[in-house]
């Protein structure tokens, strides 16, 4: 599994962590913010994931799920994830939710 990677036309980019085939009207996204982004600084660190996209590395606030109706957000797919790196990020995301 490699989660597919957008950038939306700021050019900010968005892993997508909903099935690609999923029929809904909105496709769940997290950012992905470069190493040097003065938004990190407001984000408990162990609330980040880690991940590398063309030899660069991002940090994932995995808690911060956005939807985003693709209809309305014209979105261009740049890349995806490694397949270690896709299943830490769904796996952070698996560990806070509800469920015994």
Known sequence: MKLRV???ASGNLLVEISHPS???AVTWFLPMLP???PAL???DPSRLVVVG???KLYQ???LHIRTIRLSAAPLMQVGQLEPEDSINVLNHIQ????WD
Do not use: M, T, V, W
């Open 6 to 8: 957008f950038a939306n």
């Open 22 to 24: 999923l029929k809904s």
């Open 35 to 37: 190493q040097e982004s």
């Open 41 to 43: 600084r407001g984000i």
């Open 53 to 55: 996209l063309r030899e």
């Open 60 to 62: 994932i606030p995995y």
């Open 95 to 98: 560990d806070i939710l509800a």
